[in-house]
């Protein structure tokens, strides 16, 4: 995994951390940082799916069309997006030149995956490129007054994964063994590793910083991985 964007937070507990870089315009990427806002994508007879309506502008001949949940499979991946609430829509922009993305002046990061499988906030994905699947999993019960869904958005596979951050750049927290993590799920944007994730809905931080309303829960993580949140709840 290779994180590729611009100033970037990473907490460690150990010197195993993610590589960050910065160096964007690396020979062979399709997805570059234009600036910490905008996600520029090179096409040449290829293909990206994005968050519908986040192209702000594009160069050469390029043909966009609805790539639906996911660009998953029709009905069933329709049928998944009304059953856990996860609202992921993409549209593919496919052809020669080069597209430029961003979304209420977000900022923005791009990630590497390298065969491995991403658990991301659906919210939060921009830009797909590469051999990179969606799909929904169980993410476990969080509660029925919450409003947060069951299911969890993945990115599987090879390629590159441009991520929307509100508040500032995403922070990276390294989970090892030794030392768990417990977010705020409206801090979450993403999780990679061998983790398992869990709920604490006993979090009376919430009621000391005036949050108690409604059902208090957060998301912990153990195993070894890394969690990254964004500055700004959502």
Request: glycine share 12%.
């Amino acid at each position: 995994m290779r994180v590729v964007c611009g100033p970037t937070i990473i907490v460690s507990h150990t010197p195993e951390s993610p590589v960050v870089r910065r160096d964007n315009e690396e020979a062979g990427m399709q997805l570059v940082q234009r600036s910490k806002r905008v996600i520029e994508a090179r096409l040449q007879n290829t293909s990206v799916r994005a968050l519908s309506g986040s192209m702000v502008a594009y160069e050469g001949q390029v043909t966009f069309k609805s790539a639906g949940f996911g660009g998953g499979a029709g009905v069933v991946a329709g049928l998944k997006q009304r059953a856990t609430g996860e609202a992921l829509s993409l549209m593919e922009c496919a052809g020669n030149g080069v597209v430029y993305f961003a979304h209420d002046a977000a900022e923005t990061t791009i990630i590497e995956l390298a065969g491995e499988t991403m658990q991301v906030e659906s919210q939060q994905l921009m830009v797909l490129n590469g051999n990179l699947t969606t799909n929904v999993t169980f993410a476990g019960l969080r509660g029925a007054s919450s409003g947060q869904g069951l299911f969890t958005t993945t990115v599987t596979g090879h390629g590159q994964i441009a991520l929307l951050s509100r508040g500032g750049p995403l922070i990276h927290l390294e989970v090892s063994p030794q030392f768990p993590l417990v977010v705020d799920p409206d801090a979450f944007v993403c999780a990679r590793g061998q983790l398992n994730q869990s709920f604490v809905t006993d979090v009376s931080w919430r009621t000391v910083m005036g949050q108690g309303s409604g059902e208090a829960f957060s998301l912990r993580w153990d195993g070894t991985g890394v969690v990254s949140i964004q500055p700004a709840e959502r």
